[in-house]
C-alpha cells in the first residue's frame, strides 16, 4: 500500500473526530512537544524547540511544551496519552534518544502521529565504530532502529544524518525531511559603533582591540584544544569572548572551572570574558561586538552542521572551524567561502586565524551580509515549511 494512502487511513478518524467539537466549531488542533531542554534554556537546544513552538503558534495549533520534569519512562507516555484532552500531533527532540521511546507510546495511546527531531546522534555514532558492542550498546541501537522506523515523520538537520538513517535501517524516505537550522531575527547584527563601544565597555573590552567569540557548549565541542592549541600564539590586541552552555550539575560545573583554570595558565584572563547561559535577549549584543567567530567541531559528529555557523553568519561575521576534512562542515564552508573558512588541525588554524583577523568586515557590510544570509537562511522560514510539509503527509 503506498506511504500515504497507508498514512490517510490510519489517523482519517484521529482527524475527522478532532476537527469540530460537539457544537460543530472548528477546534485548534493541540500538539505535545517533549524535550530535554525547554525553550527558555540558553542555547541551540532551547532555540530551536522555542522556534518550533512559535511555527506552531503562526499555523494556529495549541502546544505544550514537556520536559523532563514533566514526566519520565512510562510516566512520560501516560502523561501525553491520558490526559483529558489528548494530543492531535506528538513531537518528540532527539537526543538523547530514549525518553522518545516513551514519547512515542504516548502517541500511542494518544492514537496520533509521531514525529521524530532527530538531530546527531553521537552515542550511536561512537557505538557504531566499536568491533564489539557491549550488550547495553547494542540494545541502544536496537532502540534507535525501533524509533526511527516506527516514527511518523522523522526530520534531521542535514542531508547527511538523513543518508545514513535510510541507508542503515531501509526508513522509507518518504517519512523523512531535512529540517536544517537557520538564522534567527533575535540575533541579527546590531549596527552602530557608539552602542558597541558601550558594549564593549561593559566587558571590559578595550576599545580598539578584535573579538574572538566562541558561543556554545562545554561538552560536544572541542574548546580546551582551542584555548590550549588555537589561542597559544595570540596579537596583543585580541581579547577571546566565551559565551558557553551549562547545566546546573557537577560535570558542567567541573568543565567550567576547567576552562577558567586553562585561560589562567596561559596566562589570557585579562584577554578573556567567559559568560555562562546568555540569555537571547543579550546574545545579540555579543555576537555584534565580535569580529570572528570560532567553531572547534568534535571529528566524532562529522555529520552535524551546528547551529552557530548560522548565528554567525546572521550577524555578519565569518567562522573559522576546526573539523574534519570529511565533515559536513567542511562541505557546507567550501560551498559558502564567504560565510568562513576551515582547516583541519591547529597549526593551521592559528595562521587562518591571523588572516580571519585582517579581513574583518566593516560595520556596512556586514549589515549587508547578514541580511543576505538572513534572506536565504531565515529559520522562522524554513520551520514553518517544515511543518507544512509535515501536516500535509498526514492527509
Known amino acids: 500500500m503506498d506511504e500515504a494512502i497507508f498514512r490517510f487511513h490510519i489517523y482519517q478518524k484521529v482527524e475527522s473526530d478532532r476537527e469540530r467539537n460537539s457544537s460543530g466549531e472548528v477546534q485548534m488542533k493541540k500538539i505535545m512537544v517533549y524535550t530535554p531542554y525547554s525553550p527558555s534554556t540558553p542555547g541551540a537546544a532551547g532555540m530551536r524547540v522555542a522556534s518550533i513552538q512559535n511555527a506552531l503558534h503562526d499555523h494556529g495549533m495549541e502546544s505544550h511544551v514537556l520536559t523532563p520534569a514533566d514526566g519520565k519512562g512510562i510516566a512520560l507516555a501516560r502523561r501525553i496519552g491520558s490526559i483529558k484532552s489528548k494530543p492531535d500531533y506528538v513531537l518528540a527532540t532527539s537526543p538523547p ?6 514519547a512515542m507510546i504516548g502517541a500511542r495511546i494518544a492514537g496520533c502521529p509521531f514525529i521524530l527531531d532527530a538531530k546527531e546522534d553521537g552515542r550511536a555514532l561512537h557505538i557504531l565504530t566499536k568491533e564489539k558492542p557491549s550488550l547495553k550498546e547494542k540494545a541502544y541501537l536496537a532502540l534507535r532502529k525501533w524509533v526511527y522506523l516506527n516514527a511518523d515523520r522523522v526530520w534531521f ?33 546590531i549596527p552602530g559603533l557608539k552602542k558597541r563601544s558601550s558594549q564593549r565597555k561593559s566587558l571590559s573590552i578595550p576599545s580598539r582591540d578584535k573579538v574572538i567569540l566562541y558561543a556554545g557548549s562545554l561538552g560536544d565541542e572541542d574548546v ?17 569572548l566565551f559565551a558557553v552552555s551549562v547545566d546546573p550539575t557537577p560535570a558542567d560545573q567541573h568543565q567550567l572551572n576547567r576552562l577558567n583554570d586553562q585561560l589562567s ?5 585579562s584577554r578573556s570574558r567567559v559568560l555562562t547561559n546568555v540569555p537571547i535577549s543579550d546574545m545579540q549584543s555579543l555576537l555584534s561586538l565580535a569580529d570572528v567567530g570560532v567553531l572547534p567541531w568534535n571529528d566524532a559528529y562529522p555529520t552535524s552542521l551546528p547551529v552557530k555557523i548560522f548565528d554567525y553568519a546572521g550577524a555578519g561575521i565569518r567562522t573559522l572551524a576546526r573539523c574534519s576534512l570529511d565533515s559536513m562542515i567542511h562541505e557546507f564552508l567550501e560551498k559558502n567561502p564567504t560565510w568562513g573558512t576551515d582547516c583541519n588541525d591547529w597549526s593551521a588554524f592559528r595562521a587562518k586565524l591571523k588572516k580571519e583577523l585582517k579581513k574583518i568586515r566593516t560595520p556596512a557590510a556586514r549589515k549587508k551580509f547578514a541580511q543576505s544570509v538572513s534572506k536565504k537562511w531565515d529559520r522562522k522560514k524554513i520551520m514553518s515549511d517544515a511543518l507544512d510539509q509535515t501536516f500535509e503527509s498526514f492527509k
Do not use: C, H
Open 157 to 189: 538537520l542535514t542531508q547527511r544524518d538523513q543518508e545514513e538513517a535510510v541507508q542503515r535501517y531501509a526508513l522509507p524516505l518518504i517519512r523523512t525531511q531535512v529540517v536544517t537550522n537557520g538564522t534567527d531575527s533575535r540575533l541579527t547584527f
Open 224 to 240: 580546551f584544544s582551542l584555548v590550549k592549541e588555537g589561542f597559544s600564539t595570540l596579537p596583543s590586541n585580541v581579547f577571546l
Open 265 to 269: 595558565k596561559m596566562g589570557l584572563n
Open 97 to 102: 534518544l530514549p525518553p522518545t521511546f516513551w
